[in-house]
């Protein structure tokens, strides 16, 4: 039971689930899906279908959130010490609402993705859904770095939530009986799922052509990036997201028809 103040008026918030028995077709199919900093999220499936989302939507908007909590705390010092009887807690009134407003967009976007991806599930016939383990990313990120990196790539690290994101579909898939289950991630990216050669050599980032355009008063590139993958030993080439979900599949005793899509693609 909450009491909105501004209406004047009281809510009964009311939480519910719907868990569904797991697949019952006598073909069960598996899929993986990789986390990136290129792109968020990009799934494979053991027929060679793939699913992504690219997750600009996010980075951008917390971008905006930034500047914007950035702004109010430039201009509090200039607010003078107030009146009396109130406090700290009423000057960081502006940025707690802020904060507020970006952790609820966030949650919902992220809900978004995950009801995606298990629909996506769904209409594939996938009962087994394979996600990597990230704990602790961060923490190995700064100790490699010494903390010497830049704080836009910094900001750009600490931005994806990966972790939300895992929890989101943890909860449609037990919904949608969907099984999802959780792996390590260790050299997943740099193993060439064809020959077994893994080297950091294997992994190149590409960039496309910068173009720039104005978004509600804001400047933004519209360069792409993604993650190009090709052997040194045998010359796989393909992209490095779907080369990690292939290395994912085939780690827990599943097939990939990687060649199967890279024919199709030509």
Same mark, same amino acid.
């Given at each position: ?41 990009? &799934? ?45 807690? /009423? ?18 976007r992220i809900r978004q993705i995950a009801a995606d991806l298990i629909a996506w599930c769904k209409a594939h016939g996938i009962t087994d859904l394979y996600l990597e383990d990230l704990s602790g ?28 994101? /895992? ?49 509600? &008063? ?6 792409? /990036? ?41």
């Amino acid at each position: 039971i909450k009491l909105n103040k501004n209406k004047h008026k009281w809510f009964a918030l009311v939480s519910w689930t719907r868990y569904s028995p797991g697949g019952s077709t006598s073909e069960q199919k598996a899929a993986a899906v990789n986390f990136g900093c290129n792109v968020f999220m990009q &799934g494979l499936a053991e027929d060679g279908t793939t699913w992504d989302c690219a997750g600009y939507d996010i980075l951008a908007m917390r971008e905006r959130f930034r500047r914007r909590r950035w702004e109010i705390g430039r201009c509090k010092y200039h607010f003078g010490s107030g009146s009396r009887g109130y406090g700290k807690k /009423r000057r960081e009134l502006p940025l707690t609402r802020i904060d507020d407003a970006e952790a609820r967009w966030v949650e919902t976007r992220i809900r978004q993705i995950a009801a995606d991806l298990i629909a996506w599930c769904k209409a594939h016939g996938i009962t087994d859904l394979y996600l990597e383990d990230l704990s602790g990313i961060r923490d190995d990120f700064e100790e490699k770095t010494e903390g010497d990196a830049p704080e836009q790539v910094k900001r750009f690290i600490h931005s994806w939530p990966c972790y939300q994101a /895992r929890l989101a579909i943890e909860r449609q898939g037990a919904e949608e009986g969907v099984s999802v289950h959780v792996k390590s991630a260790a050299y997943v990216s740099q193993k060439c799922p064809s020959c077994g050669h893994t080297v950091p050599e294997n992994v190149k980032t590409v960039e496309s052509s910068s173009d720039w355009k104005i978004i509600d &008063g804001h400047v933004w590139s519209t360069k792409e /990036r993604w993650t190009k993958f090709e052997c040194q030993a045998c010359g796989l080439k393909a992209k490095g997201d779907v080369v990690a979900c292939a290395n994912h599949l085939t780690e827990v005793g599943r097939s990939h028809s990687l060649e199967k899509m890279q024919e199709k693609a030509r």
